[in-house]
């Protein structure tokens, strides 16, 4: 929660101590640094993308598409796309700030309730989820092996199938939540070019995550035993995620390396 009566004691005026200050009067010992970090790597990432879209247009297009974009089809040759994808953006201004704003809505928050490590977990664990499910629709249609995406929308609808099971849990009307969730599941149907794939598959991993959190980890009689178990949740969410990927790609055109 906001603590209004939260004063910086290094400060003695208003802006002192510049933004890193008045994030902290503002949000004082619960300060989202993961938020933070995760805003700062996309916009500089889309920053750098932006100056090589124009300077360096065709070479800018090379890389992206094979070399950082998750594309189901290279997902094995470059396993890090399964990461790098997460945290870039189209040229586009509004689809960074759309995210960018929508994790500023439910990171906060989230990272309050879980804690800052077990946050990043649900988070990566959630842009894996996303990738997952453009994996999963490859090995039912075909076509989709042909198709890449970048953003970080599969990890943002994670955090909200989980933000989902928190409100739940605590007796909080969802209805709402609800309905505008379906609104962004169903843009695909208006907006072209939108991966509703990485969408589908991060909400379900962020969601099963958080229910696995809440039922197996939540139970825990001590704080070690409950770090235990969150960490055992996170092997085994990784260890799951990687078997589908591998059975996935057992259908790939794509002939191996």
């Not at 696995?212 to 035993?225: T, V, Y």
Request: net charge positive; with cysteine; glycine share 10%.
């Amino acid at each position: 929660m906001v603590n209004g009566n939260y004063t910086n004691p290094g400060g003695s005026g208003r802006g002192s101590g510049g933004p890193l200050a008045y994030m902290r009067r503002r949000w004082g010992d619960d300060l989202p640094l993961v938020t933070i970090w995760i805003t700062l790597i996309c916009v500089l990432v889309w920053l750098v993308q932006m100056a090589a879209y124009l300077f360096r247009s065709q070479n800018y297009l090379f890389v992206l598409v094979n070399q950082l974009a998750f594309a189901p089809a290279l997902a094995l040759r470059h396993p890090w796309t399964f990461v790098t994808s997460m945290f870039m953006h189209s040229t586009n201004v509004t689809h960074i700030l759309f995210n960018m704003i929508t994790l500023w809505v439910v990171g906060p928050v989230l990272e309050r309730s879980l804690g800052r490590w077990r946050f990043l977990a649900l988070y990566l664990l959630s842009g894996l989820g996303g990738d997952l499910g453009m994996m999963v629709y490859a090995f039912l249609v075909p076509n989709g092996w042909n198709i890449s995406a970048i953003g970080a929308s599969g990890a943002l609808f994670g955090l909200f199938g989980a933000i989902l099971v928190i409100y739940r849990r605590m007796g909080m009307d969802i209805r709402s939540m609800v309905v505008w969730m379906v609104i962004n599941f169903c843009m695909p149907l208006v907006v072209p070019g939108i991966a509703w794939q990485d969408h589908v598959g991060g909400f379900l991993i962020g969601l099963l995550c958080m229910v696995a959190l809440d039922r197996i980890a939540g139970r825990a009689r001590s704080a070690r035993s409950f770090t235990i178990r969150w960490v055992g949740i996170t092997v085994v969410f990784l260890v799951v995620i990687t078997a589908l990927v591998l059975l996935c790609n057992a259908t790939n055109p794509m002939p191996p390396m």
